[in-house]
């Protein structure tokens, strides 16, 4: 793990190297990991074997992970709550302002993203106004459900009064600024207006969107709202909740590497 300063934040970021050689003649796009709205480098790596080291080796393409500020180990939020509150346009910013900063400062154009939850929302907000190979979305929120909202609110009471703060606290230094961020927002009035179904018919490049069939986060209408100017693959996978990537993880893999392999 390493960290980089970026607009006056440092954000943790971590390299995947392959441990196989890709078939293909190269170079390859690097993959780019966009996690969700709790989410961070180690809660990427949480499970062993970790699942995006696995889809680098079965490309043999290299990839980054990295936590956004107030996750894992990069820079908390002095005051989440009050003066730096997130608005309801927080998941454009990102797109737009900070994630084209990071891939300039790293040196990589044109990444594959691959986005969890919140994570994927970003993926398709960048891919919509910047040049990428190739979108990859697991559980993504293109509009705000009710399904949603009530997930979130049993978060917060599990938060509040039961285990999810200690479980959390594993994964990031400051484990309020992380998760007030996520549950402020989108428990917001402003937010329940979010809405990118309309930016997403701007994505040029291939889409492949995955989604469990029990998504307690959200129903189907997330991956059928993706209608790209492109060509888009839809998925959706039986005995599976919001997490592809630890619910169905050797299925999620070959569907996501699958996709790949046809670019």
Request: contains cysteine; hydrophobic residues 40%.
């Amino acid at each position: 793990m390493t960290k980089v300063n970026l607009l006056g934040t440092a954000l943790e970021i971590e390299w995947l190297t392959p441990q196989v050689a890709s078939p293909q003649p190269g170079p390859h796009p690097t993959l780019v990991f966009l996690h969700e709205g709790l989410g961070s480098v180690a809660l990427w790596h949480a499970r062993q074997p970790w699942w995006t080291q696995q889809l680098c080796d079965a490309m043999g393409w290299p990839g980054l992970v990295y936590s956004r500020q107030g996750y894992g180990q990069s820079d908390t939020i002095a005051d989440v709550r009050g003066t730096q509150r997130h608005g309801p346009d927080y998941l454009h910013r990102h797109a737009w302002e900070v994630l084209p900063e990071l891939l300039s400062e790293l040196g990589i154009e044109r990444p594959v993203l691959v986005g969890h939850s919140d994570g994927g929302s970003i993926a398709l907000i960048h891919a919509a106004r910047h040049p990428v190979t190739a979108c990859v979305v697991m559980a993504p929120h293109v509009l705000v459900e009710p399904i949603c909202i009530e997930a979130i609110s049993q978060a917060k009471q599990a938060f509040e009064h039961g285990d999810l703060r200690a479980r959390l606290a594993r994964f990031h230094d400051d484990v309020d600024t992380a998760f007030w961020q996520w549950c402020d927002v989108w428990l917001s009035e402003p937010f329940s207006h979010f809405d990118i179904r309309h930016l997403c018919r701007d994505i040029t490049a291939p889409v492949l969107a995955l989604q469990g069939r029990e998504d307690a986060y959200g129903t189907l209408a997330q991956i059928e709202g993706i209608e790209p100017s492109g060509c888009i693959e839809r998925v959706v996978l039986e005995q599976c909740g919001h997490s592809p990537h630890r619910d169905q993880p050797a299925l999620a893999l070959t569907q996501v590497a699958h996709f790949l392999r046809q670019l």
